[in-house]
């Protein structure tokens, strides 16, 4: 049996530049971290013939083009298209629809696990090549790359997103006191609400292609907080980056009416007033979890959970997509 496992992760600055629509023809550029939150696959053989999968679901079919879970499906044809006995399960310790990228955990963990079923190795940028093609190329969902890379390598990292396609892995150069500051103020809070990230990119994937020049230019912006972002991380000023983080988020919920809505707003007011500097939604929009730099994160813990805000503690995760036992 394989064990494999791929962090979520959170976004810190240049969300929106990574979709192919954008970065295609301006190149985009983002930063996300990988947090010790996991999305976990196993692979095994099963005593009896078939492809047996437990997910949210049960299935049991005897051919891979008979498989309902679409992900699954794609990354067994594209490896393996005439397996006939493989049984794959699958868990995570944050539900998907959440904005942490569950998706492109789940799609780098599975990829992980079969190879390492199969007895081949995948280099790390190979890994999260193949996790878009399957998710970006052949499902054809309208979403980004940054879900599959931060969850392929891990840690605190910049993306260039070229207009060929490839992307530069970068990881910031971040001193051991500035991490651990981000480690400890660095709040997140679910907000109950989950949504289909897919359905909110749909309108900026669209608008993007059609040369809105209200989008482009908000994409602009953000992809120039994704580098301010970065500076203020490497200088040491996390207090700087709460403050672009708040900008980020002004210009977040002007592309999209599905962004926010006003009891997201009303909380993040309300976090603001309360020991926080800046944040964000993080992921497409529209629900998850509301991240905050905190200035005083006692008073904010206290008064987020007092309003009926669940805080979730993190740490950051430097090894991306791994096998954790066989």
Same mark, same amino acid.
């Given at each position: 049996m394989i064990f494999a496992r791929s962090p979520l992760r959170i976004s810190l600055g240049g969300g929106g530049t990574d @979709?192919?629509? *954008? *970065? =295609?023809?301006? &190149? &985009? *550029?983002l930063i996300a971290a990988a947090i010790d939150k996991y999305v976990y696959v196993t692979v095994m053989q099963p005593f009896s013939p078939g492809i047996y999968l437990k997910y949210s679901e049960l299935e049991q079919v005897e051919r891979v083009d008979q498989i309902r879970h679409p992900i699954i499906r794609e990354a067994l044809q594209l490896m393996n298209p005439d397996t006939a006995q493989i049984e794959i399960t699958t868990l995570a310790d944050i539900p998907s629809g959440t904005g942490l990228g569950s998706s492109g955990s789940f799609t780098t963990a599975l990829l992980r696990a079969l190879y390492a079923h199969q007895r081949r190795l995948v280099h790390t940028q190979e890994l999260a090549e193949m996790a878009c093609f399957i998710e970006i190329d052949r499902l054809g969902e309208p979403i980004g790359k940054q879900d599959q890379y931060i969850a392929a390598y891990g840690g605190i990292t910049s993306f260039n997103f070229n207009p060929d396609d490839t992307v530069t892995v970068e990881p910031l150069s971040i001193s051991e006191e500035t991490l651990h500051d981000l480690e400890d103020n660095l709040l997140l809070f679910f907000t109950g609400l989950s949504r289909n990230a897919s359905s909110i990119l749909e309108e900026q994937n669209k608008r993007t292609q059609e040369s809105d020049m209200d989008m482009l230019n908000n994409l602009h912006v953000v992809k120039e907080l994704g580098l301010r972002s970065r500076r203020a991380l490497e200088d040491g000023d996390a207090t700087l980056f709460g403050e672009i983080m708040h900008e980020h988020w002004e210009h977040k919920k002007q592309r999209s009416s599905g962004m926010s809505?006003?009891?997201?707003d009303e909380w993040y007011?309300? %976090? #603001?007033?309360?020991? %926080?500097?800046?944040?964000?939604? #993080? &992921? %497409?929009?529209?629900?998850?979890? @509301?991240?905050? *730099? %905190? =200035?005083? =994160?006692?008073r904010l813990k206290q008064k987020m959970m007092k309003a009926g805000l669940e805080e979730v503690r993190f740490r950051f995760d430097f090894e991306g997509a791994a096998i954790t036992g066989t």
């Amino acid at each position: 049996m394989i064990f494999a496992r791929s962090p979520l992760r959170i976004s810190l600055g240049g969300g929106g530049t990574d @979709l192919p629509s *954008y *970065y =295609r023809d301006h &190149g &985009g *550029y983002l930063i996300a971290a990988a947090i010790d939150k996991y999305v976990y696959v196993t692979v095994m053989q099963p005593f009896s013939p078939g492809i047996y999968l437990k997910y949210s679901e049960l299935e049991q079919v005897e051919r891979v083009d008979q498989i309902r879970h679409p992900i699954i499906r794609e990354a067994l044809q594209l490896m393996n298209p005439d397996t006939a006995q493989i049984e794959i399960t699958t868990l995570a310790d944050i539900p998907s629809g959440t904005g942490l990228g569950s998706s492109g955990s789940f799609t780098t963990a599975l990829l992980r696990a079969l190879y390492a079923h199969q007895r081949r190795l995948v280099h790390t940028q190979e890994l999260a090549e193949m996790a878009c093609f399957i998710e970006i190329d052949r499902l054809g969902e309208p979403i980004g790359k940054q879900d599959q890379y931060i969850a392929a390598y891990g840690g605190i990292t910049s993306f260039n997103f070229n207009p060929d396609d490839t992307v530069t892995v970068e990881p910031l150069s971040i001193s051991e006191e500035t991490l651990h500051d981000l480690e400890d103020n660095l709040l997140l809070f679910f907000t109950g609400l989950s949504r289909n990230a897919s359905s909110i990119l749909e309108e900026q994937n669209k608008r993007t292609q059609e040369s809105d020049m209200d989008m482009l230019n908000n994409l602009h912006v953000v992809k120039e907080l994704g580098l301010r972002s970065r500076r203020a991380l490497e200088d040491g000023d996390a207090t700087l980056f709460g403050e672009i983080m708040h900008e980020h988020w002004e210009h977040k919920k002007q592309r999209s009416s599905g962004m926010s809505n006003p009891q997201i707003d009303e909380w993040y007011e309300f %976090a #603001v007033n309360n020991g %926080a500097v800046g944040g964000k939604l #993080v &992921g %497409a929009g529209g629900g998850g979890f @509301l991240m905050f *730099y %905190a =200035r005083d =994160r006692d008073r904010l813990k206290q008064k987020m959970m007092k309003a009926g805000l669940e805080e979730v503690r993190f740490r950051f995760d430097f090894e991306g997509a791994a096998i954790t036992g066989t």
